[in-house]
């Protein structure tokens, strides 16, 4: 079965400051990978996915991901981190290749980012 | 991207009461919608796969009869917490389509 590990509970992190967010999986086959950003109280918002192709993703705000197969690792980057983007972040990892009909997902602890002035 | 809304956002009921929450896909179609759970300051947890048709599909450990899906329509699954106790007290989410467009989440408390 697949697994999803974000070894950081809580990051904190200066305003202006770069911001680096790990996720490390568990998966047999290709992984399907996803990272979520979550408000306080609302749901999940896509950040940017990596279903093949170039291992170095960006995403919306501002933010990139890197696949490393080798590593395991889809790490979540910003170069410069707003206050806007304290909330909590969720990696994930899709059991199975995305079709129409959707896979159901497995996530990470999650990571809560919070951004000093 | 797509919209997905849930409704009601937050609901209060009494202990024993039975709670409908709905999920719909607003601009398209979902076959397959997912619900999940989350606990305060924790991860979410995969509770089912709704099926546009056919009957849902529970994770293990999560009662059936407990919370009822039906997925009559490719827009709209339906998440119905049966005799609700304290302890089903939660956020409940779902998502919908392969990129899962996510719901903005219904907090559920039961008093």
């Known amino acids: 079965a697949q697994s999803v590990t974000q070894p950081d509970i809580h990051i904190t992190v200066s305003e202006g400051a770069s911001l680096e967010l790990r996720c490390n999986y568990s998966?047999?086959?290709?992984?399907?990978l996803f990272w979520y950003v979550q408000s306080p109280g609302q749901g999940l918002q896509l950040l940017l996915k990596?279903?093949?192709?170039?291992?170095l993703v960006q995403g919306i705000k501002g933010f990139e991901a890197e696949f490393k197969r080798s590593q395991s690792s889809f790490n979540l980057r910003k170069p410069s981190v707003h206050w806007s983007d304290a909330a909590e972040y969720f990696c994930?990892?899709?059991?199975?290749?995305?079709?129409?009909?959707?896979?159901?997902?497995?996530f990470g602890g999650g990571t809560r980012v919070l951004v000093k002035p | 991207g797509a919209v997905v809304s849930q409704h009601p956002s937050r609901v209060i009921c009494k202990s024993g009461t039975s709670v409908k929450i709905e999920c719909r896909s607003l601009?398209?179609?979902?076959?397959?919608m997912f619900w999940y759970r989350q606990f305060p300051k924790q991860s979410l947890m995969l509770m089912a796969t709704?099926?546009?048709?056919?009957?849902?599909?529970?994770e293990q450990g999560v009662e059936k009869d407990k919370f009822l899906i039906n997925h009559a329509s490719l827009t709209l699954s339906t998440l119905t917490v049966t005799s609700a106790h304290p302890e089903d007290s939660s956020f409940y989410i779902c998502?919908?389509?392969?990129?899962?467009?996510f719901g903005p989440g219904t907090r559920l408390t039961v008093l």
């Open positions: 998502s919908a389509s392969h990129e899962q467009f």
């Open positions: 998966y047999g086959a290709t992984p399907y």
């Open positions: 990596y279903f093949s192709g170039d291992t």
């Open positions: 994930a990892v899709a059991q199975g290749a995305p079709k129409a009909a959707g896979n159901k997902l497995t």
């Open positions: 601009d398209f179609q979902a076959t397959t």
């Open positions: 709704s099926n546009e048709g056919s009957k849902a599909t529970y």
